[in-house]
């Protein structure tokens, strides 16, 4: 069983940057993929990022050049680097790993981009 913990959101103007952490209560070496996940106000939960074991990354169209995914296995986090923001990118937050023992989920952080 994995905790997780997201932190790094709050309101940002357009334009602006966040870095999103999730901090992980055990050992994260052996998953199988890491990912964060958006769900906006009335919207279904959509892929933003994603890194598998391997080191590959994938991201969703909106968020290309402007988020990148990371993972540091001793320290336990990921991390969701985000710049540019825009209004579009409001959303709660979450982050996800699927490790060989199951798929975890954190509680959210909410990410807010107005002026």
């Known amino acids: 069983q994995v905790q997780l913990v997201e932190s790094g959101g709050g309101l940002v103007q357009p334009g602006g940057s966040l870095r999103l952490s999730c901090a992980a209560s055990g050992s994260i070496f052996s998953a199988v993929a890491v990912g964060w996940y958006r769900q906006a106000p009335g919207k279904e939960r959509e892929l933003v990022a994603t890194k598998i074991r391997s080191g590959i990354t994938n991201y969703a169209d909106p968020v290309k050049g402007r988020f990148t995914i990371s993972k540091d296995n001793a320290k336990k986090m990921v991390y969701l680097q985000m710049n540019s923001l825009k209004p579009e990118d409001t959303a709660v937050y979450y982050c996800?790993?699927?490790?060989?023992?199951?798929?975890?989920w954190g509680q959210g952080t909410q990410v807010t981009v107005s002026s």
């Open positions: 996800n790993i699927q490790m060989p023992s199951g798929n975890y």
